[in-house]
């Protein structure tokens, strides 16, 4: 073999080298990227799962309460005892919205590991995305979802207004 053959033969190994290293980057990047969508659609589809849990609770626990036909928002629970009542520990004993208020717990899939945190305040429907230290007729339930393997994190919000058949 001569000068010339050896350095096509070289110049060939280093082009298919560029190439090979090319492509396993490529599969590197999409690997990563299946990885945040699947986390993104995990935890999208969770957080959605307790909105609607609790898009189906009545407003508040005075809802329940028929002496009074009509309600104003100062009949509703303060703001600092938004929460779950005594005994209610999980969300199948939650019979209110705002029972969600500091609600933190762990959820686990095939793959990943969930840390799934709520809050409930009440808001200003023309502001909703400040929470009001007095009552109103509305409250927002905000549910983060982290990744506790990648630190991701997604955040999605429901304002829950109060209507007098709730």
């Not at 793959?111 to 009552?135: H, K, T, W």
Request: aromatic share 14%.
């Amino acid at each position: 073999m001569g000068k010339g053959e050896t350095l096509v033969t070289l110049g060939a190994v280093i082009m298919l080298s560029v190439i090979a290293i090319n492509v396993n980057n490529s599969f590197t990047e999409n690997t990563e990227y299946f990885n945040k969508t699947k986390f993104g659609l995990e935890s999208i589809a969770i957080a959605n799962s307790i909105i609607e849990e609790a898009s189906q609770l009545p407003f508040d626990e005075q809802s329940w309460d028929s002496t009074k036909v009509e309600k104003v928002a100062t009949d509703f629970t303060p703001d600092v005892d938004l929460g779950p009542d005594f005994g209610e520990i999980d969300i199948e004993s939650f019979d209110d919205f705002d029972d969600y208020h500091n609600f933190i717990y762990m959820d686990t899939t095939m793959q990943n590991v969930y840390q799934i945190i709520c809050e409930v305040g009440y808001v200003n429907p023309s502001f909703p995305d400040s929470v009001l230290s007095n009552r109103s007729l509305y409250k927002k339930l905000t549910v983060t979802v982290k990744n506790t393997l990648s630190n991701d994190s997604l955040t999605l919000s429901y304002v829950h207004g109060f209507w007098y058949f709730n």
